[in-house]
């Protein structure tokens, strides 16, 4: 009988990867050979990309298959956060074109770029060695970087783009530091080949190389995930960045760096779980409690935004701090709704937005919801949502995240969590107070809703509504990514 | 008819998908929609009273699964006991009334207060049919969201504060309670329980330090929906500034989320640390009936005296509910339907005005009596009802509460709470006095016209169930009587150490009330029923009952 020849590297577990990559290729010599103008086929053709990048990954669901020497893998959990990213992309993709073009910084490399960014992120999730991990993340990192100052025109987003770069470079430089002390308490960047070694310690909390390494890459993700005390950088890039790439900032990178973490502590550093867990009840608490106090003060609706993101990575990092299947599946089911709801709200906030970014104030929504009720419906689901308000998907995430934490006993952090969650409401329903409570001062002839926007609005409201009244299914796919995992 | 508690729950979600449909001009249409969704919602909840059997179990119930993932299990279980059978049919009731009363008082933007109305509704019912824990929960936070667009959009003038302020203290009040929920639920876990079912956790065994926490959690959030002492500082903001028909739901169906969250959850699930906190929240509960009676006797403004009024009612009803025995806590259930009527009739009364002269200031009016005898008549009625003249519901609510609570470990308090009734007389009939009687000095009152036909049709039934409650409240008693029996047996098998009044002492105290005459259907023995049967054959007599309880109204 022939010897079947089983090729070394199987590309199978890359296959949306490639495709994307080839696809983003594809667009940047499109771009260079179409004379100037409207650049709004480039959108449609990335949405369609990465529609079909969907269908490939989701066609991936229930796999299991290891390649590249075991560097990458693809699993259930690779593949929900896969979706999570490819969700925040299209939807992203959508309400760029009519902001670009209002901004006058339409350039076709834009869609290469939040695809190229979206194949660092899919690493990312797909990485089960350090090196990998650490390739996604520099290749999701440097398009972002690009993303941020997009705008040339503008100065804040020149401040964005460099600042984000700058501090994003130093962060990286901890993580690196970090995986190097790991690979030197263990001999090796595989994650799997870690969790034995680190395991065959007798006891490893006291090796303080490995604890060191394990504190120095949790520091870098801090920063990914803007957790604080290493958030000071999100503000000022959110606000400056172009609205669209902001929208993604909060979602994308957000969830890839909570799915590279996970991945690393669960898998490679379960055995540290005890003391990795308590600096992660602090960074939680830190983190919620310095997002949703700054947020009650800002006048801007993107650092409304931006703090209000930091809080969000907090409550993520409650289910963390857990540890516990309920609580990790509550991360990666918030993950995806908050794509959907975050992304839904920077929406309105372009559509409301004039040139140049005036009226990015929480007040300049005055009336809104007299004068466009649709829309401002439309808003105030987004914001419940975000305020974890039933009937919607952000509850149930918030449910989870902070069952979580009481499944594993840390009642007082579930408490100063839903404590948090009150204090937000605040500044979620100051948005609703002005848009309808106070007399209009504009009558919003300028917003226009085009039928990308309003496809980005459907699915988005469609996301954070529907996982509310029946989450069961897309809980039960998370609770599945990570058990497998 | 399976489902016709779903039914009347969801049909004001209909309506309000048919709202959506109507052009948001038509005023006149969207409000006769609307108020044909209510009565047609009510009608349909009558066929729950008809068919409900005096019993003590849940009926109507309905239980299929909705949530299933990872270690929670979420139902869609429905039932009403006798305890939230009026308090569905209390707000069905109410409904039609609120909505009648904004044909005239809100002019703008008609079609999103309907719809507010319409979903506040649902939400409502829902949370008064919840068996699931998790669904009560989804249904209380619900509620929230149409009130608060109420009183923020359509409030007086300082509406946005007092619309965050009612969302966030209720908020907070309720995200600590969604916590102990978990940590409830992760208890039942380990006894083997499967979902969030109320009645499982019923049999649920926690220890006495457990219960404490869960207790004060639970009894957190309620506290601030009644409100009591010291957390009602949102009520007065609330009914100041919201809309009349938002003060009356409010007032009629809101508050009652609180005391029936105790009846309903904090007490049966966690008896122990109930008898345990029964002084404190009783201390509270007197508190607030002679604190809010004070102050609203100094208020200038008629709204916020009736708000006050009302932390003093509902202190009343929480004194009833923690007597722990069948008197108080059917006192209590009848008194906040009784509030509801009550309270929601004076916010509609003082909505009429308020519609006539924009103004509510106490000062600004006077001698109104002459100018307005038929709205002088009604708010005369509707006075006497709230301060609990026999004859008229709040008699009969009252007197079950004082008496309860003075057969229990609370007698010191009752007999301090009772001072309450008196100064509730005082500050109603005074503000009666100043508003109606006196000169007719402001010539702005001189041209005031009367109630009209649509205000007198709004009051009738409030009217008619005032006297009905007062003078023949044995139906609504007997209906609850199981349902409150068997919650006494639960509270009272649970407690180790409370001081509760032997069955037999109440039931040999009855008989000396007043036997009733023609009505063999009546158990024996049966302290509920057998007491405010004696209307029947005496009308607005107080005599038999005047033995055992002070009678303040004697009085007057």
Redesign the interface.
Known sequence: MDMILVPVVNMTPILPEIFLSVLAMALLLINVFSPGGNKSYLAYFSFFGIVAAAVLVGAGWGGHIESFGGSVVLDNFATFFKITFLVAAGLTVLISDKYMEREECNHGELYPLILFSVVGMMLMASGTDLMTIFLGLEVMSVALYVLAGFNRANKKSNEAGLKYFLLGAFSTGFMLYGMALIYGATGTTRLYKIAVIVGQMTLPSANIMLVAGMLLMMTGFAFKIAAAPFHMWTPDVYEGAPTPMTAFMSAGPKAAGFAALLRLFLVALPTLQVEWSQVLWVLAVLTMTVGNITALRQDNIKRVLAYSSIAHAGYALVGFAAGN??GT?GILFYMLSYAFMNIGAFAIIILVAKKGETNGNVSDFAGFG?KR?LLAVVMTIFL?SLAG???TAG?IGK??L??GA??KGY?WL??IG??N??AS??YY??I??YM??KEPTEDFDWVQVTPSIALALVIAVAGSLIPGI???YI??YA?MAVKLM | MSNVLSLTTFLPILGVLLLLFLPKDSKGVLRNVTLAVTVVTFLVSLLILTGFQTNAEFQFVENVPWIAAGPFIMRYNIGIDGISLWLVILTTFIMPIAVLSTFTAVEEKVKEYMICLLLLETGMLGAFISLDLFLFYIFWEVMLIPMYFMIGIWGGKNKIYAAVKFFIYTMVGSLLMLVALVFLYFKGMQAGMQDFSLLNFFALKLDLGTQIWLFLAFAFAFAIKVPMFPLHTWLPDAHTEAPTAGSVILAAVLLKMGTYGYVRFAIPLFPEAAHQFAPLIATLAVIGILYAALVAMVQEDVKKLVAYSSVAHLGFVMLGVFAFNVEGISGGMLQMINHGISTGALFLIVGFIYERRHTRLITDFGGLSKQMPIFATIFMIVTFSSVGLPGTNGFVGEFLILLGAFESQLRWWTIIATSGVILSAVYMLWVFQRVMFGELDNPKNQKLLDLNAREIAIMVPLLVMIFFMGLYPKPFIDKMDPAIKKLVAQVRVASVNAQVIPAAAVQMQMPAAGQPTGMPQMPEGHPGGAMPAGHTAVEAAPAPHAAPAVNPHGAK
């Open positions: 299947g309920t599946a007299f009720p419940f308000m039933p009937p509850f449910f989870y902070f069952s009481i499944q009642i579930a408490i839903v404590l969650s009150a409401v605040y329903l100051r609703t107070v309808y409570m029946v989450p069961s809980l039960q609770q």
